[in-house]
């Protein structure tokens, strides 16, 4: 079953009229003013029980990291909670329009990244939680993690209902300008990094703009040669990963011999079938690299504990490579409230939501199911490790520049969502004026409070013992 299946797809062939029809229809069901609504239900599930849930699947050795990470902020403990807010957002009004969402569109999972034409572009960059599903949640989601972000930065209240509001504003602004597109015009929309400085220079202001310019050259430091440099080491002639326990090790340094050679075959098998999920001069590009190391990675904050595996290849000599990231997919955080999607795998889940969602994507993304990680079927996602990747710095943001932020934000959303979903109908239903942009703004505040109190919820289970914790 296809994902435009689940996003209103089939509807998209009835005239417009009808479809803002549709979407003004729904403010009858769901008034845009009760999005500004959260109020945790009765029998709220535990928060430690649902992060609990995630971690009994992963790897058990490393699941202190996760809670250690968490623990550390507010805004860290929200980074690795989408499942508890997922189950929280189930409990929202819904407008039944439904696009394909991001899962975990907070502000962090919004940054620079190269196009295959090596272009720096601006687009959502995690898709681990990608599902069909309401568009709404996406953009509660973003919300709430602004005010979370304000406030570690010490913003006033009215600072913070200014950052979300821009968001809200810009998404249904960008929103109503892609429901006058064409299709094809709304599918080579994309944001680089060059227009974005123009557009949004009078705004950012000359300090604010000089930072934005030197994050522009960070990313594109963060490369292939970067990574090369920085994770590798040359040792009896061999170039092979550099440990760094327990974030980065060797699977030859991790496991006894025989397991260990093992599993390094298994995951070489796992890139040379992915390759079958690649354009076929992409695959011919693979194809002329070799497997030369193997190490597990830890990567992000609620990501901790997945089966991650980077691997070196190397192509016309050794100083000629390519580090490609194996993640493991479970899952999605969406999926008990939104449905399974009907994809074969999660991986497939994974790349397909990312390919629908971004305006461009990595030529080596694909994905591939294996049987023989510690004998289980386990399914996972590759892609390359770094390629001008640049993340924001939330700590350093004034409330200006988190504003201008969170309207390029907005912007990259609703242009994600325009490409999957009814942008018709959701214009329609968002309106010209501001109704919806101020409901966001009161239901991120109150949101951010149910944020502490779980964040507090996970600092008192370290304590009693309940869970372990650890810093890395």
Known sequence: MSESSHTGHDLRHRTPKERAERGRAARSDVPRSAHAEFTPPPKRTDPVDIIETQSAKRVQELVPIRYGRM????????????????????????????????????????????????????????????????????????????????RANGFSAKERAAVVRGAVRSYRGWMRSFAGMGNLEVY??????????????????????ERWEEARERARGHDTVQVFDKLTHVVGGKRLIADDPPLLVRLEDLLPKAESGALVTEISRLVERYGQTLQSDRRFLLESYRVADVARKVVGVGSVGTR????????????????????EADESVLAPYAGSGGFRTQGERVVSGQR?????????????????????????????????????????????????????????????????????????????????????????????????????????????????????
Request: aromatic share 10%.
């Open 308 to 327: 991650c595996w980077i691997v070196l290849l190397l192509g016309r000599d050794d100083e000629d490579p390519l580090f490609l990231q194996a993640k």
């Open 188 to 209: 080579y929309t994309r944001f680089e990094a060059d227009e974005l400085q123009r557009q949004f220079a009078p705004q950012a202001g000359g300090k604010n703009l």
């Open 71 to 150: 623990s550390e902020s507010p805004f860290r403990f929200y980074r690795g909670a989408a499942a508890i807010m997922a189950a929280d957002l189930a409990e929202t009004p819904r407008t039944g329009i439904r696009v394909q969402c991001c899962g975990d569109a907070h502000m962090l999972n919004f940054r620079l990244l190269a196009s295959p034409e090596r272009r720096l572009m601006f687009d959502i960059n995690d898709f681990d939680e990608t599902l069909p599903g309401p568009w709404e949640w996406d953009v509660k989601r973003l919300s709430a993690s602004l005010v979370i972000a304000g």
């Open 356 to 472: 629908l969602m971004q305006a461009t994507s990595d030529i080596f993304l694909g994905w591939e199911r294996t049987t023989g990680i510690d004998g289980r079927r386990r399914d996972f996602y590759v892609r390359q490790l770094r390629d001008w990747k640049g993340i924001a710095v939330a700590e350093s943001m004034s409330p200006k520049r988190m504003t201008v932020f969170a309207q390029v934000c907005g912007a990259t959303l609703a242009r994600a969502h325009a490409r999957s979903g009814d942008r018709i109908a959701i214009a329609s239903y968002l309106g010209g004026g501001d109704v919806f942009d101020r409901a966001l703004a009161a239901f991120a505040e109150l949101y951010a409070d149910q944020n502490e109190k779980d964040h507090q919820a996970l600092l008192d289970a370290i304590q009693a013992g309940r869970v372990p914790a650890e810093s890395a």
